[in-house]
């Protein structure tokens, strides 16, 4: 049952398993490994597509025209960009598996501003249909559109960001439909031009969420988010990189890509976010002349895939869990189908598709031999206490199903307390990352 636990989260969820991006490039990874197809998609930034549960595709997007599964038309007109970072971003109705909300966001804060439109699975014989066109959110707005899944498992929250503003919008996605939004001032406020550029990405656990600024000299913006209300809060900087662009988590969120250069050299950066003082300690995994690294996208099979504009080939990070050189950067991980190329842009998906809590490849037999830390009290009603010796990079808690309910990387020493109040009564299972790289896992009850 442990094996089943940790090892079976990684693919539990195929709704990102088809990308189309770019010229007509596409990536299937319904095999378990990524296969080059043809796409309909022809844009240069922002895209989005979605499966079904079992790896469909259903649509795509780029963000002004909608492409059902067999490549055909299906909408056009809505207010996307092709030069918006990120264009579309699709999010489920909750509670109806036949309903989609589109989200677009305009290029460069144009007067379209943040829209969503609405399709219908059931129409047209199940190849879909729009039921409503362009419903405004928020104008003038950045180029940025994130969405995180809510604490309660059924909703979520879509993110973004005002200009010129430091005002960050959380609109709740209920089964009420979208509501009035959660309004978080913080950070550096945009102020039009290269500011406005540039992805805002979310932790695959719900966590984080980090801002990319494409201008010269403005920092990275990473944040706490509260998926329980909306709330951003703890802002924090990276500075030194030039032009950031894209920005990716890695699967167990404990480490930060990102991408850009808006002159060369062009590089990828990483982070170990579990360190003090992180931002001190940057790994280039690649930089170089005469090529655009542009969008960084976390994959279904835990890579993270760094698009090469102009090129027919993408590049790869293949253990983006593991700190330096050990992530292993492979400059051309996959070609593309004759006459498509990559872009600027990668599709845009709700992170947690992609959440993978272990921190790297733990064999179960070691995780549950381990005995490094004490928990009590268990069962647990309001608050629970795990003690070590060693040095604790971060605790994680899952559910059964491993979905991660909390997440924690400030840990005091000897002891840390975990509020759990909020958890419904149940079986969950504690992950301690230790600072020598191991992990351990226990089982608790909730009452």
């Known amino acids: 049952m442990l094996n089943f636990f940790v090892e079976g989260n990684l693919f539990a969820q195929k709704q990102g398993n088809i990308w189309h991006f770019g010229k007509h490039a596409g990536i299937n990874f319904n095999s378990g490994n990524p296969v080059a197809i043809w796409s309909p998609i022809l844009t240069a930034e922002g895209c989005s597509s979605i499966c079904d549960t079992s790896g469909n595709l259903l649509f795509s997007t780029d963000g ?10 299906m909408a056009s007109g809505l207010f996307g960009h092709a030069s918006s970072t990120q264009s579309a971003l699709i999010i489920p109705f909750p509670m109806d598996n036949s309903k989609y909300y589109i989200f677009t966001a305009d290029a460069q804060g144009g007067s379209n501003g943040i829209c969503y439109s609405v399709v219908d699975m059931s129409l047209n014989g199940g190849l879909g249909g729009l039921l409503s066109l362009n419903t405004q959110l928020l104008t003038p707005a950045c180029e940025k559109l994130v969405a995180v899944i809510n604490t ?18 959380a609109y709740p996605i209920t089964v009420s439909g979208v509501g009035i939004p959660i309004i978080t001032q913080i950070g550096l406020p945009s102020n039009g031009g290269a500011i406005i550029y540039g992805y805002l990405k979310c932790s695959p656990n719900g966590q984080k969420l980090a801002a990319a600024r494409w201008a010269t000299n403005q920092p990275i913006e990473l944040f706490d988010f509260d998926a329980s209300n909306g709330i951003l809060s703890n802002s924090d900087t990276i500075s030194g990189l030039s032009s950031s662009y894209c920005i990716s988590f890695s699967s167990n969120s404990m480490k930060l890509y990102v991408s850009g250069g808006n002159s060369s050299p062009y590089y ?14 940057p790994y280039t995994v690649t930089q170089g002349n005469g090529l655009y690294m542009g969008a960084i996208q976390l994959g279904p099979d835990g890579k993270i895939y760094c698009s090469k504009y102009l090129k027919n080939t993408i590049a790869a990070i293949n253990n983006p869990n593991l700190s330096g050189a050990a992530c292993g950067y492979v400059d051309s991980a996959l070609f593309f189908l004759p006459n498509t190329l990559s872009e600027s842009g990668l599709p845009n998906f709700i992170e947690s598709y992609f959440n993978k809590s272990d921190s790297s490849s733990e064999s179960v037999s070691t995780i549950s031999s381990q005995n490094n830390f004490n928990l009590y009290p268990n069962p647990a009603t309001n608050q629970l206490t795990v003690e070590s010796e060693k040095a604790i990079n971060a605790i994680e808690i899952t559910d059964a199903l491993g979905r991660v309910q909390s997440f924690k990387f400030k840990v005091q020493r000897p002891a840390t307390q975990i509020d759990i109040h909020a958890l419904a009564s149940g079986i969950y299972f504690i992950k301690v990352y230790f600072g020598d790289g191991t992990m351990e896992v226990r089982k608790f009850v909730k009452e």
């Open 268 to 281: 990828i950066v990483q982070y170990d976010l579990t360190l003090p003082n992180f931002q001190n300690f």
């Open 152 to 169: 309660n498992g059924t909703d979520y929250w879509v993110i973004c960001h005002a200009n010129p503003s430091s005002e960050y919008y």
């Open 64 to 73: 002004i025209t909608v492409y059902n599964s067999i490549g055909d038309t």
